[in-house]
């Protein structure tokens, strides 16, 4: 009996495993829609075709393969998947439990945490997420004046393996009030902590070898940390920084021009201040421009921050950190435009710019030959309330229109006499 449950389980396995290689194999063609590829000009009545996870073709003469299994976007809205560049998903399920949170770790300065083994790839939040067409997030820690390396992730998978796209893809740093702590109270004693710890990542970095002989002088961290330090200080690895009082947006400049780093400003709430000089850096702002409550840390907070920052050529990065997080994504792009900002460049900035911005652009953010097959189907504007994600595919995988939200509304949808 043992054995036979052993090989009908094996059985099994071979059998999901071959479906899910035919589901990423099939050839799927999305017809007759109006196209916004991000990266150029709509494309009425275009076809996208899909294969093997990847784009084939995008355009209006596309040929559609026999066999293919067709989708008709007649009179809806194609775009790629919305990307979100600031999140918790898969790492926290609610704020105020801490045991549902995996994304942060005691210290100040941990430059070596990694929050990809933490990740939860059955979190509720992730269905829920990828109904409203986001594809594809950052999802890292946030606390201390070095917070540990944001992954990214694909919003499909029951493996941590099979959610994880890169890792680290960002190191976190802040510089807004919460650094204080880290310097003693001061944000220039932050900023003087965080220079040592960059200097002592670039001596060990050519001196392992006396380290490893005890043959340095102490340094700042632990040898783990410099060494994470590292690809940040070679600008192989983007840096995001927390930042929202123009001070403190300063600051983070002058660092960046001192150690070449390639900077991101995350929170950017006085950011329109500095707007020349952002724009000028070419350095990305994360923004979300549902925020005009002003406070001691971002006293210039106002609705038309994104589109000041947008309209001086800064890149913007649009996300939405507020209650609903990721899902809320499309709608914090459609207050932007509310606000100013052109319709495309806020589509952009949830789809081609962070994925620019975090060094993916070959691969996500625009409907492009050869680019991951993440597509979504719309009802209509995707940056209207009332509009739909008709059809979500992820690496050309159609994920399913359900999550804990949809099975707890059909569950109640009639309730029995008794209520």
């Known amino acids: 009996m043992r054995r036979r449950g052993n090989r009908l389980l094996l059985l099994v396995g071979l059998a999901l495993a071959s479906g899910a290689g035919a589901a990423a194999a099939q050839t799927i063609a999305i017809t007759g829609g109006t196209l916004y590829p991000v990266s150029g000009p709509p494309i009425p009545g275009g076809t996208v075709l899909m294969q093997d996870g990847r784009i084939r073709a995008v355009g209006r003469d596309v040929t559609v393969p026999p066999g293919a299994i067709r989708i008709d976007a007649t ?10 560049a600031r999140t918790t998903l898969g790492l926290q399920e609610v704020g105020s439990v801490p045991g549902t949170n995996e994304s942060e770790q005691s210290g100040e300065v941990k430059a070596s945490f990694n929050v ?65 702590e880290a310097g003693g109270g001061s944000r220039a004693g932050a900023l003087l902590r965080l220079r040592k710890l960059f200097a002592d990542a670039a001596e060990y970095s050519r001196r392992k070898s006396d380290y490893s002989r005890n043959q340095m002088q102490s340094l700042s961290a632990p040898a783990q940390d410099l060494e994470a330090l590292g690809p940040v200080l070679a600008g192989a690895l983007p840096v995001l920084a927390t930042a929202n009082r ?29 707007a020349p000089e952002l724009a000028a850096a070419r350095v990305p702002v994360i923004i979300n421009p549902i925020n ?14 994104a589109a000041l920052l947008d309209h001086a050529g800064v890149p913007v990065i649009i996300v939405e950190q507020e209650t609903g997080g990721p899902r809320n994504l499309r709608w914090a792009a459609g207050h932007a435009v509310r606000f100013g900002m052109p319709w495309d460049h806020a589509l952009a900035a949830v789809t081609l710019t962070p994925a620019t911005a975090l060094g993916v652009a070959d691969r996500f953010g625009s409907l492009e030959v050869g680019k991951v097959a993440d597509v979504v189907v719309w009802s209509g504007d995707p940056l209207e309330f009332a509009s739909e994600a008709e059809h979500v595919f992820i690496r050309g995988v159609e994920v399913p229109r359900s999550s804990r939200q949809t099975e707890l509304l059909d569950r109640y949808r009639q309730l029995p006499p008794a209520y």
């Open 246 to 274: 123009e001070s403190d947006i300063a600051s983070a400049l002058h660092l960046a021009s001192e150690y070449h780093l390639r900077l991101i400003v995350q929170g950017g709430v006085e950011a329109w201040k500095l």
């Open 292 to 305: 005009d409550i002003p406070n001691f840390d971002g006293p210039g907070a106002r609705f038309d921050a």
């Open 116 to 180: 990809a083994e933490g990740l939860d790839p059955a979190t509720p939040l992730i269905p829920i997420a990828r109904l409203e067409g986001v594809t594809t997030a950052l999802t890292g820690p946030s606390q201390g004046l070095i917070a540990g390396q944001a992954v990214l992730i694909d919003l499909l998978g029951e493996q941590v393996d099979s959610l994880l796209d890169r890792t680290p893809a960002a190191m976190v740093i802040n510089l807004n009030e919460s650094s204080k």
């Open 75 to 84: 009179g809806r809205w194609v775009t790629p998947g919305l990307f979100h």
